[in-house]
């Protein structure tokens, strides 16, 4: 929750300033930051789901694994697309494309989980509600790379 009240002030700060961000630099910062949220989530899920729960953990262990790869591709992708970035390159779109995809099915597998929660079909001691908050953060990531948000 830290790093995300560390990106609300400076995004914040960002407004505040009134200075531009380029479409590419900002599609690789929300890259960065939020595939690292993704992936951290996903431990938090597995911590809080009971060890029966097997196929569960699974799921979570290949999306886990998949944000993490993400992860090391958007700060390969930063590295590699050298300054200034005055254009959304293919390779940048298609990581995008990746990205939106697999956090889509991130969001949607939250809320089945959180459902499953409510349901009593899981077992986890996860406070109540918090899935459909942490799914709101994947609807955010893929929503902003969809819509080409730039703050």
């Given at each position: 929750?830290?790093?995300?009240?560390?990106?609300?002030?400076?995004?914040?700060?960002?407004?505040?300033s009134?200075?531009?961000?380029?479409?590419?630099d900002?599609?690789?910062?929300?890259?960065?930051?939020?595939?690292?949220q993704?992936?951290?989530?996903?431990?938090?899920?597995?911590?809080?789901?009971?060890?029966?729960?097997?196929?569960?953990?699974?799921?979570?262990r290949?999306?886990?694994?998949?944000?993490d790869?993400?992860?090391?591709?958007?700060?390969?992708?930063?590295?590699?697309?050298?300054?200034?970035?005055?254009?959304?390159?293919?390779?940048?779109?298609?990581?995008?494309?990746?990205?939106?995809?697999?956090?889509?099915?991130?969001?949607?597998?939250?809320?089945?989980?959180?459902?499953?929660?409510?349901?009593?079909?899981?077992?986890?001691?996860?406070?109540p509600?918090?899935?459909?908050?942490?799914?709101?953060?994947?609807?955010?990531?893929?929503?902003?790379?969809?819509?080409?948000?730039?703050?």
């Amino acid at each position: 929750m830290i790093r995300e009240a560390e990106e609300t002030i400076s995004v914040f700060k960002l407004i505040q300033s009134g200075k531009q961000v380029s479409p590419a630099d900002a599609t690789l910062h929300e890259n960065h930051f939020w595939l690292r949220q993704m992936a951290d989530h996903l431990r938090y899920i597995s911590h809080y789901l009971d060890p029966s729960n097997h196929e569960l953990h699974d799921r979570v262990r290949e999306m886990t694994k998949k944000f993490d790869n993400l992860f090391l591709q958007a700060n390969a992708l930063t590295t590699m697309i050298r300054r200034p970035r005055n254009e959304v390159l293919p390779v940048l779109h298609s990581f995008n494309q990746m990205v939106i995809k697999e956090a889509k099915a991130l969001e949607a597998f939250k809320l089945e989980l959180d459902d499953l929660i409510k349901q009593c079909a899981a077992v986890t001691t996860s406070p109540p509600d918090l899935l459909e908050h942490i799914a709101r953060e994947a609807h955010h990531l893929w929503r902003n790379l969809e819509e080409q948000v730039i703050l």
